[in-house]
């Protein structure tokens, strides 16, 4: 037997009792993958991570410059950048209540004009309503107290002169409601080349405005003030600045315009 040791700190190659690693077997069909964090770095052959790039993105990279946001280095929305929306009102300024809301509106209706329009409006109704009131002895009445018409409607007592004054309010009210939100025109204002309109926006009432309009024109003077109502509201077109409004036009935020030729 030889008696030759191998030199100290160097294992003999092919040592018999040298303990090595256990390879792992190769997987078998439908045997789960090993379990475990997932090695760090990309798989070899695999494809390159997302983000961006060591040392800035490339040119044209839709990570901006700085390898943030899409939308540059703020980070902000894409519409950042967008012009403003129009105005809510084409064409007519800045709203109710803006700077000028007349601007790019056709030219206020003269006052005289206006004045005219009521005028034949009372008198389109009035008259249907003279023959009406005949069965109801409005006018018998008006004889025996010596009263005029406008104060015989005003201090209706019996119950068919009450009816009668409902008529009255009815048909005042539904006719000016209907015509304005129809086209802004009564059959006076057409006649005369005028046009009721919004304030904010040059459009035709909505049916809710024309209704709110017509009662704070009608309503005061043919229940109790025949003849100051419509001298007041007389008073305010005429002193009122810039826009011409009496009660029923501020109440309903309404101008009367005149129509284009």
């Not at 309109?197 to 009432?205: E, F, I, K, Q, R």
């Not at 005429?238 to 409004?245: E, M």
Request: glycine share 12%; charged share 15%.
């Amino acid at each position: 037997m030889s008696t030759d040791q191998p030199p100290p700190g160097q294992p003999p190659e092919e040592d018999p009792f040298l303990k090595r690693p256990q390879e792992p077997p190769p997987p078998s069909a439908g045997q789960p993958p090993p379990s475990g964090p997932p090695p760090e770095g990309p798989p070899p052959g695999g494809p390159p991570p997302e983000g961006p790039p060591p040392g800035g993105p490339p040119p044209g990279s839709p990570y901006g410059p700085t390898g943030g946001s899409p939308y540059g280095p703020s980070g902000g929305s894409p519409y950042d950048s967008a012009p403003p929306p129009p105005p809510p009102y084409g064409g007519y300024g800045a709203g109710y209540g803006g700077t000028d809301p007349l601007s790019g509106m056709p030219p206020l209706a003269e006052s005289g004009k206006r004045i005219i329009a009521r005028i034949i409006d009372w008198l389109i109704i009035a008259i249907p309503l003279a023959i009406i009131g005949i069965p109801f002895k409005i006018y018998s009445r008006a004889t025996e107290d010596g009263n005029d018409f406008g104060d015989t409607v005003n201090s209706l007592n019996g119950g068919s002169q009450l009816v009668f004054q409902l008529i009255t309010i009815v048909a005042f009210v539904a006719y000016d409601t209907v015509m304005v939100a129809k086209n802004g025109q009564t059959l006076g204002k057409k006649w005369m080349k005028l046009r009721v309109a919004m304030l904010n926006d040059g459009s035709t009432p909505p049916m809710s405005q024309s209704l709110l309009r017509a009662i704070v024109l009608w309503l005061p003077a043919l229940v109790c003030c025949a003849c100051l109502w419509p001298l007041l509201l007389l008073i305010l077109i005429l002193v009122d600045k810039p826009y011409k409004q009496g009660l029923h036009d501020k109440a309903a935020k309404t101008v009367v315009v005149s129509v284009p030729q």
